[in-house]
């Protein structure tokens, strides 16, 4: 798993050199043979996790209709009849978990276009699917997704700005092309000057339950990063938006409680900082993932990223300190975060439609 994590700094580059003239050339082909106006982005468990933060950039960026779906769910109630003109994008690192499989030839009988989105060209989605996008990431030996999830989230990612470019309604930001550009260099730099923090930060770690906190794209990178934490240490964690903590949920904090919290420099800092103060004054520790001058004047516990990780794409390099909490909190505890109990790689269960 660690070796995994830190192969992400390659795994952007080749991506964004050698992935990205198939997704140009998928995008361009399905494009022709529907015009989509609704883009479906499935999977299930971390896959459903990184289809979502496409699916925000989506939303939010790229003036497209994205809705992150459940495998499981689409098979069962979508697409509805809003849906007119629709495509799928399927991401699954194996490409042969059932529900996944199931919401492909769901898809394929409704004559909605199907993009397979995996980490095996050989899989069953990938042989069923109208157009199959291999990441060029090579899967994990570790059951854990690590650099299979942040791939496919940005290879989907990729695939929105080129229907984005495609259905023309909203310009496309020039500096997009340059953060991307620049991805692979942040991961690296994260892995290098913020590893070691985070080893520390675990291995001091003493609660019994984690919280994480996020909005926009990494609200659903925090989803992810305390599954990896529960999946390697069987822990309890979870995960919320940020302001939407304070419906509710905030009354079970306490001391022994320990909230990791991702703030990049950028917007709605101020609302950020007073939040997280309210949370330390319960008497929970507040470890905030931050690059924010404020965020690192205010709470002693900060892992301080580098200051050119704030960038719109910020939750691809963000879930890197996220997956290294989980790994080395594991190893503190003495499990086998490549191999935890009860988990397989992918899951064949039979789902009916």
Known sequence: MLNEIREQPEAFKK??????????????????????????LTGCGSSYYAAMIPA???????????????????????????????????????????????????AVKAKIPTIA???????????????????????????????????????????????????????????LENELAALSDEAKEVISTVENHVKTSAESANASRFIYLGSGANYAACLEGALKLRETSYVASEAYHTMEFRHGPFAELEKGIQVLSVVPKGRNV???????????????????I??????????????????????????????????????YYSVKNGRNPDQPRNLTKFVTTEIGQ
């Open 117 to 175: 989105v995996t980490s095996d060209p050989t899989s069953t989605m990938s042989k069923e699917s109208e157009f199959s996008l291999d990441t060029g990431v090579s899967n994990e030996q570790s059951t854990i997704m690590t650099k299979t999830f942040t791939g496919g989230a940005l290879c989907s990612t990729l695939l929105g700005i080129e229907f984005a470019k495609l259905h023309g309604t909203t310009p496309i930001p020039a500096h």
């Open 270 to 288: 101020s609302e950020q900082v007073k939040i997280l103060g309210e949370i330390a004054a319960t008497g929970a520790t507040v470890v905030p």
């Open 15 to 40: 991506i964004l050199s050698d992935t990205r003239p198939r997704i140009q050339e998928i995008a361009q082909t399905a494009w022709k043979r529907k015009r989509p106006s609704t883009f479906f």
């Open 56 to 106: 925000f950039y989506y939303d939010y960026l790229l003036g497209l209709d994205g809705r992150a779906v459940p495998s499981s769910e689409f098979v069962w109630y979508a697409p509805g009849p809003s849906a007119i003109s629709s495509i799928l994008i399927s991401l699954s690192r194996s490409g042969r978990t059932s529900e996944s499989v199931e919401a492909i030839r769901k």
């Open 290 to 327: 931050s690059n924010e001058p404020q965020i690192v004047k205010n709470f002693n516990n900060t892992i301080e990223m580098p200051e050119s990780t704030g960038s719109t794409f910020a939750s691809l390099v963000y879930m890197i300190p996220m997956q290294l909490f989980a790994y």
